[in-house]
């Protein structure tokens, strides 16, 4: 399996918990490397433009309004098979559904409050990485 980068955003209801570096030690512990990585105040804009594939669902305001209350660190994780093993560290979206041990059933306060996200698939990665980071700001 061939190295993998994915991107992972540690939300507001983290970071406000200070979880960012429980957050980041699971991530590390599971094989992943942390090549770059910035805490922002998501606008409005990029919050919309972000999660723009959700804007015809009941709970994109809500996610809006959740993503740009607190900061947020944006990451790119690097390792084998990057994309599906941050998912497994991630756990199901809803906290109820993940497994134990995961970072959603240890953290995450509810189906939105859900303390990260993580790319669904190596096209995506390639995207959302580029959404946030220049190519100079990703030291591996
Ligand atoms: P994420 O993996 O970042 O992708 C979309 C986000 O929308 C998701 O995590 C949650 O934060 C949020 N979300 C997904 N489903 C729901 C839902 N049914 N109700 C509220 N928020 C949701």
Do not use: C
Not at 3 to 13: A, G, H, L, N, Y
Not at 26 to 41: T, W
């Amino acid at each position: 399996m061939a190295i993998e980068r994915t991107f992972s955003m540690i939300k507001p209801d983290a970071t406000k918990r200070n979880l960012t570096g429980a957050i980041t030690k699971k991530l590390e512990e599971a094989g992943l490397s942390v090549v770059a990585s910035k805490r922002i105040m998501m606008t409005k804009a990029q919050a919309e433009s972000f999660y723009g594939v959700h804007k015809e669902r009941p709970f994109f305001n809500d996610l809006v309004a959740f993503m740009t209350s607190g900061p947020t660190v944006v990451q790119v994780l690097e390792g084998e098979n990057a994309v599906l093993k941050n998912r497994e560290v991630m756990g199901a979206t809803n906290p109820a559904n993940a497994e134990p041990g995961t970072i959603r059933a240890e953290f995450a306060e509810s189906i939105e409050a859900n303390s990260v996200h993580g790319s669904d698939a190596p096209e995506t990665a390639a995207e959302e990485i580029a959404f946030w980071f220049g190519g100079n700001e990703i030291v591996g």
